[in-house]
């Protein structure tokens, strides 16, 4: 928990919402030894928890008695059901009840990103998956989503950022390919690009971006007749409104409901047999553009020859909320209704 950092401002209530600043105020004055019990819970099944370690962070950080505080936790990677709870903490409100929205916050990011993380790992393993989620999010949000996504089963990641927080020897340091700006900047000229790369970064394995001019087939083969076994692999990211040359130039070949859009089956397929035609069967296929959990294990039914997934935006919708509720005044059960205490024997008393 020591790389958690937080914002002065937490402690002056100036992430809360209003209301939660005015029942500390209410609670002060009219009932300041009510001890009660708040359980943070969620609502669908098979959810990965992530953000435990950071809600301990935040309570030691923010609240000046958490020593005096009684907090149960589940730990980040377990998975749970709808309504159980994730976290459990009795104290006075006024030393804890007003996170109450952080600490949602918090769980709802980061069990999302564990558990969207997680989908895609089920599927296709965390050899062939790559975290590229640099440009899915605001920047600053990298260290925790890196790991919320390592807690799912990541273990490949494209920034430095992305690694903060993860306390993992296997887990090695990012090592890119090549974006569309260096491409452009070479006239688009793919293969003096790659070229320009390969001499730069000798020691790298070498991936070539081949989509540029939307002609995967022809610029794969040029690359590859040029490094032959110096190339490792090349990667398709055609846009999901565009249609490759081959596959415009073939169309009638293939189903009239066939989706060629994009980074298609039909199109990895056609990369995949020009590469093989010329002898080049040792060129990986890495892709990227619009993959999910759903596209990849449709993908992995057909056997598409794919050998590995670059995903990043489906990886940080926040699509699980979390709620926090009191349900226990001075060990008796009080709580809105439909909201009860629910017991959890895997919770674990935590002791700081």
């Not at 708040?38 to 990965?48: D, G, L, S």
């Not at 070949?253 to 298609?264: R, T």
């Not at 020009?274 to 040792?282: C, D, K, R, S, V």
Request: hydrophobic share 40%; net charge negative.
């Amino acid at each position: 928990m020591k790389n958690y950092q937080f914002d002065a401002q937490v402690k002056k209530g100036y992430y809360l919402a209003d209301y939660f600043k005015k029942t500390v105020k209410i609670v002060e004055k009219y009932k300041s030894d009510a001890v009660v019990t708040m359980q943070f819970f969620q609502r669908k099944e098979n959810t990965v928890v992530c953000g435990i370690k950071q809600v301990l962070a935040l309570i030691k950080f923010a609240c000046p008695n958490y020593l005096t505080l009684k907090i149960e936790a589940l730990d980040d990677g377990m998975v749970v059901q709808p309504l159980e709870p994730v976290l459990k903490i009795t104290g006075h409100y006024q030393d804890f009840g007003f996170l109450e929205g952080m600490i949602d916050g918090i769980l709802a990011r980061n069990s999302s990103i564990a558990t969207n993380s997680a989908r895609v790992i089920a599927v296709v393993g965390s050899q062939r998956a790559l975290n590229m989620n640099d440009r899915a999010d605001l920047y600053l949000n990298q260290p925790f989503d890196g790991y919320a996504s390592y807690v799912g089963g990541f273990r490949q990641f494209v920034s430095e950022a992305a690694l903060e927080l993860i306390d993992d020897e296997t887990v090695k340091q990012p090592s890119g390919t090549m974006p569309h700006a260096l491409i452009q900047i070479f006239d688009g000229d793919v293969l003096e690009a790659t070229k320009a790369f390969h001499e730069t970064f000798p020691d790298n394995r070498l991936v070539a971006l081949v989509d540029y001019h939307n002609d995967c087939v022809n610029d794969a083969l040029k690359v590859a007749r040029y490094f032959k076994e110096k190339l490792f692999a090349i990667r398709l990211d055609t846009a999901a409104n565009l249609v490759d040359q081959t596959l415009s130039k073939t169309k009638d070949q293939y189903p009239e409901d066939a989706k060629l859009n994009g980074v298609s089956e039909y199109l990895v397929v056609a990369v995949r047999e020009a590469l093989n035609q010329e002898g080049f069967n040792h060129v990986k296929i890495i892709v990227s553009s619009g993959f999910n959990a759903e596209k990849i294990a449709d993908f992995e039914q057909k056997k598409i020859p794919v050998d590995l997934y670059g995903i990043g935006e489906a990886l940080v919708k926040v699509n699980i909320g979390f709620t926090g509720d009191n349900v226990a005044l001075n060990g008796q059960g009080q709580a809105k209704f439909g909201r009860e205490e629910h017991e959890n024997k895997r919770l674990k008393a935590w002791k700081w």
